[in-house]
């Protein structure tokens, strides 16, 4: 802090006023920063706009512009309030840089940007609640190549929590789950995919995380769908019984498979909680994760320790799979402590399943394994920690 309204974060400087402005958020904000930067690096000569749809006091504006290598920012809030301090704010942007500022709700500006035939390089919409009907709007108003870096903070509907709401807002079934902020990452590009596709066009997820609270994506819209694109869409089953987990593609959809569960008397198999049509490919791209922690050495844009061990964190877990458990429950069905996660990830490689640590939560196992080989090997490692 620099004063008692003003706060510095990164190469800004900025007062925060009366409005939302939270410093925790700032990992979020370093990230924008750094994929305009790299979005920078490919345009080369030509030009970087951005759009800050939701710009609260416009710190990422700011930012846009002074370390993300923006030639043209655009600032935009919907609260006219905010307007003057949103001119102070933007007073520091580089006189090179270009600016505009306005007090529109996102649907108006980016109908507008639809209208006039604006596109942007990046598109920041860092929004409250759900800005799912905001997707073809905003989808329209990104260039090919470009990206489109969303927040919800609608937690309930995509964690499972309000089965109604996620039917609305996603076409989706959320259940309970124990990776919820990954079915809530998934349930939002699924819906993004759908929407790009329903337009001619293609998404890929580039980066996707969360603490909790905001569930964040950044994906680039590719003029076309990828070939084989339509199979990344599918259902994520949940066996409450035995823990198992099952994923099948839209394309292949077929029965889903017996679990370990044993069978009632009455012959019924036990009930799977099955959430989706949600994203089941990648969650992040790790050449663009790469690029970005490059940039963060030396180009001036900044990146604090939490968000390059995050960072990190997400580049060395694509996310190819949902099925993911918590190493926690894991022991607690095992009656026993919890396996070492990185023995179990090494073992399950070493037998040939693509098996990593989630980088979306903590303290989560990812696996293409059978359910019953991922408990027995936990089961023997936890023997052999004891025997140590
Ligand atoms: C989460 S805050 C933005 C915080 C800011 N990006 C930051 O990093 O500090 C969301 C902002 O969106 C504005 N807002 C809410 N609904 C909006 C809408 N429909 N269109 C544009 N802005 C909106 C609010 O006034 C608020 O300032
Ligand atoms: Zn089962």
Do not use: K
């Not at 043209?72 to 905010?82: C, I, M």
């Not at 994923?247 to 036990?270: M, N, T």
Request: charged residues 20%; contains cysteine; glycine residues 12%.
């Amino acid at each position: 802090m620099s004063g008692p309204h003003h706060y510095c974060e990164g190469q800004a400087v900025v007062e925060t006023g009366g409005g939302f402005f939270r410093p925790s958020s700032r990992p979020a904000r370093d990230f924008g920063v750094l994929l305009a930067r790299t979005l920078a690096v490919l345009a080369a000569e030509g030009p970087v706009r951005v759009l800050d749809g939701m710009a609260g006091c416009g710190i990422r504006a700011l930012r846009y512009g002074l370390e993300g290598g923006a030639t043209l920012v655009w600032a935009n809030d919907a609260d006219p309030d905010r307007l003057p301090l949103l001119e102070r704010n933007l007073a520091g942007l580089p006189l090179a840089v270009e600016r505009r500022l306005s007090a529109a709700t996102a649907q108006r500006l980016l109908a507008d940007c639809l209208v006039q035939g604006r596109r942007f390089e990046l598109l920041d919409l860092d929004a409250f609640g759900c800005p799912a009907a905001l997707f073809p709007l905003a989808l329209e108003a990104v260039a090919f190549g470009g990206v489109l870096y969303l927040a919800s903070t609608d937690g309930r509907s995509a964690t499972g929590h309000d089965r109604r709401a996620a039917v609305r807002r996603f076409g989706a079934a959320a259940r309970a789950h124990p990776a919820s902020w990954e079915i809530a990452l998934r349930l939002q590009l699924g819906l993004l995919a759908r929407t790009a596709w329903a337009m001619g066009r293609g998404i890929t997820p580039l980066l996707s995380f969360s603490e909790g609270r905001a569930f964040r994506t950044a994906v680039r819209l590719e003029r076309h769908p990828a070939p084989g694109d339509e199979g990344q869409l599918g259902l994520l089953a949940h066996c409450h019984g035995c823990g198992d987990q099952q994923v099948q593609s839209l394309l292949r959809l077929g029965r889903w498979r017996p679990c370990d569960c044993p069978v009632a008397p009455s012959g019924e198999a036990p009930a799977l909680a099955v959430s989706g049509p949600l994203w089941i490919g990648a969650l992040q791209d790790p050449p663009t994760l790469t690029a970005m922690l490059q940039q963060a050495e030396g180009s001036g844009a900044h990146l604090e320790r939490a968000g390059r061990r995050l960072l990190e964190r997400l580049r060395n877990d694509p996310g190819a799979t949902p099925r993911c458990w918590p190493v926690d429950v894991i022991a607690r069905r095992l009656a026993q402590g919890p396996p070492p996660l990185a023995e179990l990830v090494a073992a399950l490689r070493a037998q040939g399943f693509t098996t990593g640590v989630s980088g979306v939560m903590a303290g989560q196992l990812r696996s293409e394994a059978p359910w019953p080989l991922i408990m027995a090997t936990a089961r023997s490692l936890v023997a052999a920690t004891a025997a140590r």
